[in-house]
C-alpha cells in the first residue's frame, strides 16, 4: 500500500495512468538505435513511426531499407515525418518508400506563402511501436546526428523509453490521430488499424501524456508541476532546451527554498545557440536560490528527461520551453516505478561527472553585452 501512495503523490491524474507495463530506460544512441533496429527487423504484424526528423542519409537509408523489406514481407509499414523537421530530405526518398509499400504522410506539409502559423504547428514526437507489443520513446530522430559512433552517427546525447503493455496501446492511437492530421504522398489516405486493448506486461503505472493544442496544451507541464510540487528529495532535469514558462521557473525555486535538491543539466554545445543564450537571463535568480545549473561538456545534448525523488519519472518529445507548450505535438511517458527511477536517477547523476556547475561569479561575469542578449532573446522565448 505505501508503494501504491507514493507513485500516486506524484501522479497529475492517477485514474488515468495504465497498470500493467513493463519499461525500461536506454540511456543513449548505442542502446536505442540497436533496439530500434532489432524491433523493426523482428515486426509480423505492422510498423508505425513517427518521428520529427527522418533524414535522406546512412542512418535513414538504414532504417528505410529495413522498412521496404518488411514491407515486402508483408508487414503493414506506416511512416509519419514531419515536413519542417525533414524539410533537408528530399521527397524523392519518400516516394522510394511508398513505391516500396510503406504508407508515408507528411504532418502539415509546408506551403510557403501560407502564414507563419503552416510553419510553427509540427509534429516533434518520435516514437515507433511495433505489433502492438512494445513501443519507443524519446527525443531521438532518425539522423546521423541522433545516431550512435559506432552506427556512424555523431552521437548527440539522448534517451529513450522502451514500453511494453496498455500504454503501447494509447501510443498507437495518438500515432492514428496523428496519421488523420496528415497528408499522403502518394495514393489516397488509408484507414487506421484497430487498437485493442493490450495485455498487461508487467506491474508498472505509466501515464502517456501528449501536448498538441488547446485540448492537450497543458498535461505535460501540469506533470512537472504537480510533481515539483510535491518533491521531497530532489529533482533532476535533463533538457536540451530549457526555457520554461514561469508556473514550471516558479516552483523550481520553490522547491530548492523548501531545500529540495534541484539540478538542472543543460547544453554546452547546442543545435540552437540562442536557447542557451535565453536560457542564462534565468541563471543568477535560480542559482540565487538553490537551484544548481550544469552544462554537458560532451556531444551535443538533446535530451528531454526529469526524475524526482525517484519515483515520478518522464522521457520523450517534449522540451520545457514555449514552442513544445504551445505549439508542437508531443508525447512523454510517465513511469511511476522505483527501478525506472532508479536507472534514470544514476544516469542523471554518471552525467553530472561530465558536466559543469554553472557559478554565480561565472553568470555576473559576463561581458554586458552579453547580458543584454540574453535579456533580449530571453524577452522573446516565445518565438524561439
Known amino acids: 500500500m505505501r508503494e501504491k501512495e507514493d507513485w500516486r503523490r506524484y501522479c497529475a491524474w492517477p485514474e488515468n495512468a495504465l497498470s500493467g507495463n513493463e519499461a525500461a530506460l536506454l540511456r543513449d544512441g548505442e542502446e536505442a538505435f540497436p533496439a530500434m533496429l532489432s524491433a523493426i527487423g523482428g515486426a509480423?504484424?505492422?510498423?508505425l513511426l513517427e518521428f520529427y526528423a527522418f533524414s535522406d542519409d546512412s542512418i535513414g537509408r538504414a532504417f528505410a531499407d529495413l522498412l521496404k523489406e518488411k514491407a515486402r514481407e508483408g508487414v503493414g509499414v506506416y511512416l509519419i515525418y514531419d515536413s519542417v523537421g525533414s524539410i533537408l530530405t528530399d521527397r524523392d526518398f519518400f516516394l522510394e518508400l511508398a513505391a516500396a509499400g510503406v504508407k508515408v504522410a507528411e504532418f502539415r506539409p509546408v506551403i510557403f506563402?501560407?502564414?507563419y502559423w503552416n510553419w510553427i504547428k509540427r509534429d516533434h514526437r518520435k516514437t515507433l511501436c511495433v505489433d502492438g507489443n512494445l513501443a519507443f520513446v524519446g527525443g531521438f530522430n532518425i539522423t546521423e546526428y541522433d545516431a550512435p559512433r559506432s552506427l556512424g552517427g555523431r552521437g548527440w546525447k539522448d534517451m529513450q523509453a522502451q514500453v511494453r503493455g496498455p500504454a503501447v496501446t494509447a501510443l498507437e492511437k495518438l500515432f492514428w490521430e496523428a496519421w488523420e492530421a496528415s497528408t499522403p504522398v502518394a495514393g489516397p489516405r488509408l484507414p487506421p488499424l484497430p487498437a485493442p486493448e493490450r495485455a498487461q506486461a508487467g506491474d508498472k503505472p505509466v501515464s502517456v501524456l501528449s501536448a498538441g493544442g488547446i485540448?492537450?496544451?497543458?498535461?505535460i507541464r501540469r506533470s512537472y508541476r504537480h510533481a515539483i510540487d510535491r518533491a521531497l528529495q530532489y529533482i533532476y532535469i535533463t533538457n536540451a532546451y530549457f526555457l520554461p514558462d514561469r508556473l514550471v521557473y516558479r516552483r523550481l525555486i520553490k522547491?530548492?527554498?523548501r531545500g529540495v535538491d534541484v539540478r538542472v543539466i543543460g547544453p554546452m554545445d547546442t543545435d540552437h545557440p540562442y536557447v542557451r543564450w535565453a536560457s542564462w537571463a534565468m541563471y543568477a535568480h535560480m542559482i540565487k536560490n538553490g537551484v544548481k545549473i550544469y552544462e554537458w561538456q560532451g556531444p551535443i545534448l538533446h535530451s528531454k528527461a526529469a526524475v524526482i525523488d525517484g519515483v515520478w519519472s518522464s522521457v520523450g518529445s517534449h522540451n520545457l520551453d514555449h514552442?513544445?507548450?504551445?505549439y508542437n505535438l508531443e508525447v512523454n511517458l510517465n513511469v511511476y516505478d522505483p527501478a525506472f527511477g532508479a536507472a534514470l536517477t544514476r544516469a542523471f547523476r554518471d552525467d553530472l561527472k561530465n558536466s559543469r556547475l554553472v557559478t554565480m561569479a561565472e553568470v555576473k561575469g559576463r561581458p554586458w553585452t552579453s547580458k543584454l542578449g540574453s535579456k533580449v532573446?530571453?524577452?522573446?522565448?516565445?518565438?524561439?
Open 113 to 115: 506563402w501560407k502564414p
Open 323 to 326: 514552442r513544445s507548450l504551445h
Open 215 to 219: 485540448r492537450h496544451v497543458r498535461s
Open 377 to 384: 532573446l530571453y524577452l522573446f522565448r516565445s518565438w524561439l
Open 255 to 257: 522547491a530548492a527554498r
Open 44 to 47: 509480423r504484424d505492422f510498423i
